[in-house]
């Protein structure tokens, strides 16, 4: 019987020493990666700016040709800024874009 009860306390101790930080460790992976998905959702939301918000598009100020207006994804939607159709997946921009003056003059978004 002394045998189970040291095998018994083994085995609690295991548990305790390794499977409860490992449980608390994969809850905390858990929460993080809902709050990770919580954060880009709102983020992507919040990404697209209405156009009204600014002067002139970018291919009235850059006076594009027509078939340069062809061919450009951004002025095929003329609701939202033309830079949001050249950021990459991670939401990063061309290094054309960050040095254009339609950009650079565009006014910050307000948050909620």
Known sequence: MENWNVLLSIVIGLVLRIGLPIAVTALVIIFLRRLDNRWKAEARENLLVPVA???KPCWEVKNCSQEQM???PAAKHTASPC???F?????ILKETCLGCDVFRQA???VGD
Not at 87 to 91: A, C, D, M, S
């Open 53 to 55: 918000a600014y002067s």
């Open 70 to 72: 062809k061919a450009c």
């Open 83 to 85: 830079w949001q159709f």
């Open 87 to 91: 950021r990459t997946e991670q939401g």
């Open 107 to 109: 006014p910050l978004p």
